[in-house]
Every structure is written in structure tokens, then in C-alpha cells.
């Protein structure tokens, strides 16, 4: 039995500066009342998804369009081999263990693959208009979800990718003004979220919220 009071979270990395600036993501649960530790590929995924209270898939480059059944159309940069496949697999076995998962930008999008889910390898690729996603802030529409308050909310916005087939079992509840998908949930489990902006890097009310939530749904592991 655990004696911790804070729920312990891994949050995932590559080994070639992949995600940037790792320690907002440690600075925002513990600030949300967790602990987090980052995790590498090579790690031992079976007792990772023992040990480890949540899981937290943070922000990273662009998703090989081979794991969605697609050619490459688009001049994407890639994201590590290793790291993609390692965050699959302890992905399905923190889903397996009920574990709350948090998903952030890449981390969002590679969630909607695991669930069979495709992407748009550049939002220009859309055949409805879209704003430039890539720079900046804009609004988003949050709607009736399990775990956030309703309304309209900026958020910052540094993705050129977007969810375009919704994964299986998958929610959405968050959308920009051009109509791409800024959050979704898992239906049926105890907390799983993707969300498209980074939460971590702002101080406003929504994006605390998250890591509050997704904190207080790991303290049920402790």
C-alpha cells in the first residue's frame, strides 16, 4: 500500500529535446497537487504502469502518418520512432490498469491514433477554412463534458496538425471558432482527455483546471 499522499505521474519524453521545456509540465501538477516524473523510451513499460498514478503525454512533433493508414502528402517533422511506439504501448497499459491519462497538443492527436483515429497532416489540407493554428492565441468553445466547466476560453494555439476522424469511444467537447476539435474524452472510463492547446504554459482558469482534475482523478490510485 502506498503511503504518498500526492499521486505520482510520469510524463513522457523522447531522448532528442522532445517535449520542450519538460519542467512546466512538472511545475503544473505539482502545483495541482501531484508529483511527476519523466519517463523515457526503454524504460520497463509493465512495472511503469504499475508504479506510476496517471500518465501525462505531453507536446512533441508530428505523428508518422503510416500509424493512421495514410501516405505522407505533407512535409511533417516527425517525431522520434522510439518515443511514438513507447507511448503507445504504456498507453494501453495504463488504460488497461484504469489509470487517468492526459494527452497535450501531439500528446492529444496520438491518443485519437491509438483509438484508430486519423489526422490532417496540415490543417491547410482541410477543405473547410481554418485560422492559422501555429502561432498565437484563439478562442475555443468548451461544451458540456464530464469535467470542465462550459464556456468560452482563449487558449494558446502552436499546432500545424488537428484531429480530422475522431477515434472510437472518443467525445469531443472543445472547439475552435473554424470548427477543429480542441478537446475530447473518453467515454466510459474514469478520466482520459485530450487536449490541443498547452495548458501548462498558461495561468488561466481552464487550463489549471485540467491538471487539477486529472490530479485528483490519479489520488484514486494512491
Not at 49 to 54: F, H, Q, V
Not at 141 to 158: A, C, D, H, M
Not at 194 to 207: A, D, F, L, Y
Request: hydrophobic share 40%.
Amino acid at each position: 500500500m502506498k503511503k504518498a499522499s500526492r499521486p505520482l505521474i510520469c510524463v513522457t519524453s523522447g531522448t532528442s529535446g522532445s517535449p520542450k521545456k519538460p519542467e512546466q509540465y512538472i511545475k503544473a501538477v505539482e502545483e495541482a497537487g501531484g508529483s511527476a516524473e519523466i519517463i523515457m523510451p526503454g524504460a520497463n513499460i509493465v512495472k511503469a504502469s504499475l508504479k506510476y498514478d496517471g500518465l501525462i503525454i505531453p507536446g512533441g512533433d508530428d505523428i508518422d502518418p503510416v500509424l493512421y493508414n495514410e501516405k505522407k502528402v505533407f512535409d511533417i517533422r516527425q517525431e522520434d520512432e522510439q518515443r511514438t511506439v513507447f507511448e503507445l504501448m504504456l498507453m494501453a497499459e495504463m488504460i488497461k490498469r484504469g489509470k487517468p491519462v492526459l494527452g497535450i497538443c501531439y500528446g492529444m492527436q496520438l491518443i485519437n491514433v491509438f483509438f484508430k483515429g486519423t489526422l490532417y497532416q496540415d490543417i491547410s489540407l482541410r477543405t473547410d477554412r481554418s485560422f492559422v493554428h501555429n502561432m498565437g492565441m484563439h478562442e475555443i468553445n468548451i461544451q458540456k463534458n464530464p469535467f470542465l466547466e462550459q464556456g468560452r476560453y482563449s487558449v494558446n494555439s502552436t499546432h500545424h496538425q488537428a484531429i480530422k476522424e475522431l477515434g472510437a469511444g472518443l467525445r469531443p467537447f472543445g472547439y475552435a471558432e473554424d470548427g477543429i476539435m480542441e478537446a475530447f474524452f473518453l467515454d466510459n472510463y474514469g478520466f482520459l482527455m485530450g487536449v490541443q492547446w498547452h495548458p501548462e504554459r498558461m495561468e488561466n482558469k481552464i487550463s489549471k483546471k485540467i491538471f487539477e482534475v486529472f490530479v485528483d482523478a490519479c489520488k484514486k490510485n494512491l
